[in-house]
């Protein structure tokens, strides 16, 4: 099990810009961080309102109606939990 400390929050975010390329924006956060845009999300997800973020200085608004998917993989070497949020 690793250590809490060592927590990290990825956030990739993918921009259909109409119909162009697919624009992919990364970013890791620290432990501190990711707590907070998690608390943040799931206020909001409990208030049934929009979230709003900025990741490299692309902001970000998911609408309150954004479908959450939580995935689980298993590599050789590697486990992780992803989860993605989409909307239109």
Do not use: A, C, D, H
């Given at each position: 099990m690793q250590n809490l400390d060592l927590l990290k929050l990825k956030v990739l975010l993918k921009l259909n810009q109409r119909n162009k390329n697919m624009?992919?924006?990364?970013?890791?956060?620290?432990?501190?961080q990711t707590i907070q845009i998690l608390k943040r999300l799931v206020n909001s997800l409990e208030k049934g309102k929009a979230?709003?973020?900025?990741?490299?200085?692309?902001?970000?608004?998911?609408?309150?109606?954004?479908?959450?998917?939580?995935?689980?993989?298993?590599?050789?070497?590697?486990?992780?939990?992803?989860?993605?949020?989409?909307?239109?």
């Open positions: 624009k992919e924006i990364e970013k890791n956060y620290t432990k501190k979230f709003r973020m900025q990741i490299k200085g692309k902001k970000v608004y998911l609408p309150k109606e954004s479908e959450i998917e939580i995935e689980y993989e298993k590599e050789k070497k590697e486990e992780k939990i992803e989860i993605e949020i989409k909307w239109n």
